[in-house]
């Protein structure tokens, strides 16, 4: 969990407990001290983040999760603290103009020099209604000299603020830049003109001088770059003129403080600065964590959830929570809309309330599940990335924000695009998900088919094509000793997309099943023409599954390969590029058939052998299994029965759909390629028993775990499957029904544990 910036796991909770226990008479400043060298927490000025750590400990205190010593400070004082070291300088009234004044120095404040020091603090005990300290975090303090009356005044710089509604509002970033970014602002805590001195436009014009100075003094002496002030004005004793003279910016008010908290006062205007032309593209810019590089908020994960989507970055663990049991309820009634699945009005109203937030987004969620995604494709030595496109029809919802056509006929139905890039083994299991990408189309664009050459590839639809192949690439990169391979139907023939697999020969490699229509010219002649000429390498039979009125059938093909060099099109002045081509053509079909099967596949793997082409045929086989996955989201999680008032709030419902619909399509296909593997691979054993007892009606639990096909086929009977002789396996359309009901069985077997014998 994260408090006051700190990260604190179940390993350091434990610590200190411990170091309680053995040191009952340790302070809690000696605490604080302790955790920061376990843990490393180091502030800019070098020294350790005790004062956050003790507020932390604090909140750890009154959650019960901890038992601290006695606080050493015995009472607070109340109001500021005076100064019995020296006494603040004597000036005389003054009333006159700015130049009068002379000139206006602004002196730093170090520890070294202690006369400025205890100046700066006799000032502000005297002067200023908050007084001299502590100011928070990294600080540096000023003088304000006057060349005709010497010292007039004082200021001090000091760490912003965690969180404040309205500046980060107007900053608009994100938690996680925020997190990044913070200390590139500082807060102006302390501002004084000695109140005896009455001169127009002086503190504008310190405030001005300081403000062009901070950065430079702040990157000195911390090493970072302030590129934005902020500061905050009793409204109850000033207006905030001088502020507004000197152009800072007025973003709102605070919330004001806790009733439990010392000075307990009113909300604070809000006054930014910014120091930098490019305050807000510096301070937006997300933190650089690489895949596979992120931690889990989760030291033990309970469940699948906890585990798969554990690295989740919300910076609030409270919507991580959320998150986390929004997937259970999904999963466990992936076809119920939202507020069955939630269970309660409350749990229903805190879904929309989570999906509303702006904090949460579609990316954030898969990106968790992409890092657990990565964990499954490093034991494997190759790895099909299979890219597709789907459409997802809303038509019955217009009143949703954000849609738009989902054909390019003018009487299509509205919705949304979505673009993902799934990741298989050579067999066909479900990895997880690479990629997503999701828009809706602009009505304007209707009727622009006949520019789309002259169009340039970043402002087409194809760039999802290229988009998702980089992301691959990301993913090569943490995943050196896999072969990563993308797919893609004739839809993903586009000569770019050769060209960027060959600006990245340590990318993943493609293959790609060609489009007839679009005439690929090779060095000798037109491809089609070109393989016609190559010799037969070979046959091999393969079985066709049954789709729509054509029945399941055993195919023969007839295979020829060769490599080629591929001729940009038509005004293209791009590069010749090298692939190897794969045509299977079906021979001696039955005259049933009136679509015998044609591949004429291209690839970057090269191919020298029969036994080469048949596996690279065998890989875009497995293409059908993203075809497999849309249908279980779209018919198992009832995808397009959701509703929203916008996209922004249906697109993190939409994420959590998806990686339910892996998880569900997942589980059909362990049954399939290890059903005999224990079952507690993807089932805990809360829902292995469970299932046992509804399928078996006994209370008689055995002692080994039944296998992965026993458990998948226990069930697909709880979803209506019958499992006769001729049936085959079951699919995902009886699984998710199965599903649906193994959740109240597991509730039943929590209920009846103790009552439970395993064994006959």
């Given at each position: 969990?994260?408090?006051c910036?700190?990260?604190?796991n179940?390993a ?9 226990d ?11 001290r ?6 490393g927490?180091i ?24 038992d ?6 015995g009472?607070?004082v ?55 300290g ?23 710089f000091?760490?912003?603020?965690w969180?404040?509604i ?5 900053i608009?970033w994100?938690e ?21 001195i009455d001169?127009?436009n ?13 950065a ?26 001088c ?9 709102g ?21 910014p ?9 937006r ?7 596979g ?22 910076y ?21 809309p939202?507020?069955q ?30 890092e ?21 029809d ?17 009487d ?18 479900p990895?997880?998900?690479l ?6 189309r ?13 169009t ?6 194809s ?11 990301e ?23 050769f ?51 054509q ?5 023969k ?22 692939v ?77 759909d998806?990686?339910v ?8 296909k ?21 299932l ?31 499992g ?12 998710w029904?199965?599903?649906?009901r ?7 077997y ?11």
């Amino acid at each position: 969990m994260r408090i006051c910036g700190l990260e604190f796991n179940h390993a350091t909770i434990h610590r200190i407990r411990r170091t309680v226990d053995e040191t009952p008479s340790i302070s809690r400043r000696s605490l604080a001290r302790q955790v920061c060298e376990w843990n490393g927490w180091i502030a800019l000025s070098g020294r350790h983040k005790e004062a956050a750590c003790r507020k932390a400990l604090t909140v750890l205190d009154s959650k019960g999760l901890v038992d601290l010593p006695h606080s050493e400070w015995g009472c607070r004082v109340e109001g500021p603290l005076k100064s019995r070291q020296t006494c603040p300088p004597k000036v005389p009234s003054i009333a006159c103009s700015l130049t009068d004044m002379g000139r206006i120095d602004i002196e730093m404040v170090t520890s070294s020099d202690g006369k400025a020091s205890m100046t700066w603090r006799s000032l502000m005990d005297e002067h200023h209604y908050l007084g001299s300290g502590p100011l928070v975090g990294a600080q540096i303090r000023y003088l304000i000299h006057s060349s005709a009356y010497g010292c007039i005044g004082a200021m001090g710089f000091s760490s912003a603020a965690w969180a404040l509604i309205e500046r980060d509002k107007f900053i608009g970033w994100t938690e996680g830049a925020r997190r990044a970014n913070l200390q590139r602002v500082v807060c102006n805590s302390r501002f004084l003109i000695i109140p005896a001195i009455d001169v127009h436009n002086l503190a504008s014009h310190v405030l001005s001088q300081c403000a062009k100075r901070i950065a430079q003094d702040w990157m000195i002496r911390y090493g970072v770059e302030p590129v934005i002030l902020e500061t905050f004005v009793d409204p109850q004793r000033f207006s905030g003129t001088c502020y507004r003279a000197a152009n800072w910016i007025h973003v709102g008010k605070t919330s004001g403080r806790r009733a439990n908290e010392r000075d307990n006062s009113g909300p604070k205007e809000i006054f930014l600065y910014p120091l930098h032309k490019d305050w807000q593209e510096i301070l937006r810019t997300e933190p650089s964590i690489g895949l596979g590089q992120r931690t889990s908020v989760i030291d033990e994960p309970a469940d699948w959830v906890e585990e798969e989507l554990g690295t989740a970055q919300f910076y609030d663990l409270r919507l991580n929570r959320r998150l986390f049991q929004l997937t259970r309820d999904f999963y466990s009634q992936p076809q119920a809309p939202i507020p069955q699945a939630c269970g309660t009005h409350a749990k229903s109203k805190a879904a929309y309330r989570f999906f509303e937030n702006k904090r949460v987004s579609m990316n954030e969620v898969l990106s968790a599940h992409l890092e657990s995604t990565i964990e499954r494709i490093k034991p494997c030595d190759v790895v099909l990335a299979v890219q597709d496109t789907t459409s997802v029809d809303y038509t019955g919802h217009r009143g949703m924000e954000g849609l738009g056509p989902t054909g390019h006929t003018k009487d299509a139905a509205i919705g949304l695009l979505v673009h993902d890039t799934m990741a298989f083994t050579k067999d066909g299991t479900p990895l997880g998900l690479l990629d997503v990408q999701c828009w809706a189309r602009d009505p304007q664009d209707r009727g622009k088919k006949e520019r789309r050459k002259q169009t340039p590839i970043e402002q087409k639809e194809s760039m999802k094509w290229l988009k998702s192949y980089r992301a691959a690439c990301e993913v090569q990169k943490v995943c050196p000793d896999t072969v990563l391979v993308s797919v893609g139907d004739r839809e993903s023939d586009i000569y770019e997309l050769f060209l960027e697999a060959m600006k990245n020969p340590d990318g993943p490699r493609l293959l790609v099943r060609c489009e007839r229509t679009r005439d690929r010219k090779t060095e000798a002649d037109f491809l089609w023409k070109e393989m016609a000429k190559q010799p037969v390498a070979g046959k091999q039979v393969v079985h066709i599954p049954r789709k729509g009125c054509q029945l399941a059938r055993e195919a023969k093909l007839e295979i020829r390969h060769a490599p080629v060099t591929l001729k940009p099109p038509k005004g293209k002045k791009y590069p010749p590029v090298k692939v190897w081509m794969v045509y299977a053509r079906e021979i001696d079909y039955p005259q049933r058939v009136t679509s015998p099967l044609e591949w004429m596949l291209l690839t970057t793997v090269e191919v020298h052998t029969l036994e080469d082409a048949c596996e690279r045929l065998a890989w875009y086989a497995k293409r059908w299994g993203i075809e497999v996955y849309h249908r279980t989201l779209k018919s198992g999680c009832r995808i397009e029965d959701r509703w929203f008032d916008s996209t922004d709030s249906l697109e993190p419902c939409l994420a959590i759909d998806m990686v339910v619909a892996w998880r569900i399509y997942h589980l059909t296909k362990l049954g399939r390629e290890v059903p005999d593997h224990p079952c507690t691979i993807f089932f805990h054993e809360a829902e292995w028993k469970a299932l046992y007892i509804l399928v078996n009606k006994t209370t008689n639990l055995p002692v080994k775990e039944p296998t992965m096909r026993e458990a998948v086929r226990m069930l697909a009977r709880l979803g209506g499957f019958l499992g006769r002789k001729n049936d085959g396996e079951p699919g995902t359309t009886t699984l998710w029904r199965g599903l649906q009901r193994l959740e109240s069985g597991v509730a039943v077997y929590r209920i009846l544990l103790p009552h439970l014998r395993h064994g006959p």
